[in-house]
């Protein structure tokens, strides 16, 4: 009677595919959550609020500038090109418009993308130079030196023409 003869493999484990398979799964993870911890310390939590009541406190003026805005009767044309913005401000109660405005120029994601600019009157109408805007949507917040006031709206670059600017009733 012959016995069974066991024909054991004389390759070395390390030229089998299913045990490189089985320490992969286990250092994909490994490297996947090391990349994610790199991830969470390199990044600012930037929408994250301390002070909920100071915060709301904020909002509140917020709303009431945008009011005054309203009262004063405000409106603003703005065309922005490439290179340059300008803006044509006028107000329903023929009040005198400030010398100078400011305007913020501000991407929802990429606060590094955001601009604040000084706006100056020239025969009427405030212009200033600008960097050159990425295509996508942008948010302006236009206002007077003194913070009194303020109108904001939203635009997608590129423009077609000029966008209407008028205040929230709040």
């Not at 045990?19 to 490994?30: D, G, N, T």
């Not at 959550?33 to 904020?58: F, P």
């Amino acid at each position: 009677m012959r016995l069974a003869k066991n024909h054991e493999s004389s390759e070395p484990w390390y030229r089998h595919g299913w045990v490189w398979f089985l320490i992969a799964v286990p250092a994909v993870a490994v490297i996947a959550s090391l990349v994610t911890l790199w991830i969470a310390v390199r990044t600012s939590d930037g929408l994250v609020v301390d002070d909920y009541y100071q915060e709301g406190k904020t909002i509140q003026k917020t709303i009431a500038r945008s009011a005054r805005a309203a009262e004063l009767g405000l409106s603003a044309d703005v065309t922005l090109r490439s290179d340059a913005i300008s803006l044509q401000l006028s107000s329903r109660n023929e009040g005198a418009l400030p010398e100078s405005l400011v305007l913020t120029i501000a991407h929802p994601t990429r606060a590094g993308m955001d601009q604040v600019l000084t706006l100056r009157k020239r025969e009427g109408v405030y212009t200033t130079p600008i960097a050159p805007l990425p295509t996508g949507h942008w948010l302006l917040q236009l206002e007077d030196d003194s913070r009194s006031w303020r109108m904001t709206t939203t635009v997608s670059v590129p423009v077609s023409g000029p966008v209407r600017m008028i205040p929230s009733a709040g």
